[in-house]
């Protein structure tokens, strides 16, 4: 009975380590406290405006990533010691419900000191990156888009608009306004520009009654080709849209694209204005 006794005592030591083995300590996280993101000049590069819709970030720790986070963000870091975090802007994709990391801004990376427990505030910075291909049209000084049938009575024109009622900043922006007698419009501009393969986006500042559709037009074996690639929902209230403009482009390779521009009157309305300010094709060369 004493031997049985002797092991028993050694068995169950061995299954309390045993425990300790399975359900190790937990790590005591320190947070990071990200309440916003603004944009920033890149320095000796023209980028337009600075406004964004930076909706989430990609968070790495020592180059491991920590997943996705909505801002505002509190960020939970395990770590052993000190280290650097770098937080990689993200925005919706076409509008969508999904967000994907922005290549065009900079991530924002700096170091935290080692304390468990502790929150440390940090409001994100980004730039746009200094080797990104900015188309930027602002309004600021005239106005690049002409009908694209010039014969459509029907059909408005997108004018440049100083009163400041309809800019979203600056001094310019561009208007639709839409009747009975010129219940639609669709334009392009009169002067087609580059844009680099692989990831490109339209961005665009947009306030609207009616839905608006963008899309590019290209020349591929000699014959001219147009797609209308997404469109915005109406809007009382000034928003920003990041429009994928890849799938596109990779499937007709071009050096020369126009961007197109078409809205009409819905059912149920005799009018509807449409205000677009800076309008940017992004790419890579």
């Known amino acids: 009975m004493k031997v049985n006794f ?3 005592l050694i068995i169950a030591g061995l299954a309390v380590a045993g425990c300790d083995m399975v359900n190790p300590e937990e790590k005591t996280p320190l947070y990071v406290s990200v309440d916003s993101f603004s944009v920033v000049p890149t320095p ?36 052993d010691g000190p280290g650097q975090v770098q937080l990689v802007p993200a925005v919706s994709f076409s509008g969508l419900n999904y967000v994907r990391e922005y290549p065009y801004y900079h991530p924002d990376t700096f170091q935290i000191a080692y304390n468990p427990g502790t929150v440390v505030k940090h409001t994100g910075i980004t730039r746009y990156r200094t080797n990104a291909m900015i188309k930027v049209e602002d309004f600021e000084n005239g106005n690049p888009f002409i009908k694209v049938n ?23 922006a561009g208007f639709i306004s839409l009747t009975t007698s010129h219940p639609s419009c669709e334009v392009i501009t009169n002067q087609s520009f580059p844009i680099g393969q692989g990831n490109s986006y339209l961005e665009v500042n947009y306030k609207c009654d009616v839905p608006v559709h963008f899309g590019l037009q290209t020349t591929a074996n000699g014959t001219i080709v147009a797609r209308y690639l997404y469109g915005v929902y109406a809007t009382d209230t000034w928003k920003k849209v990041y429009i994928g403009l890849s799938e596109f482009t990779g499937e007709y390779k ?28 992004v790419s890579f060369p």
């Open 6 to 8: 002797f092991y028993f």
């Open 150 to 172: 010039a014969g459509n009575s029907a059909d408005t024109v997108l004018k440049q608009e100083k009163n400041p009622a309809y800019v979203f900043e600056g001094q310019g």
């Open 254 to 281: 071009s050096s020369a694209y126009n961007l197109m521009i078409k809205t009409q009157l819905v059912d149920g309305k005799t009018e509807a204005q449409i205000m677009l300010d800076n309008i940017k094709i």
């Open 44 to 79: 000796g590069k023209d980028v337009g405006s600075l406004s964004h819709d930076i909706k989430s970030v990609l968070v790495y720790f020592n180059n491991q990533s920590v997943g996705y986070y909505n801002i505002p963000a509190r960020i939970p870091i395990l770590a």
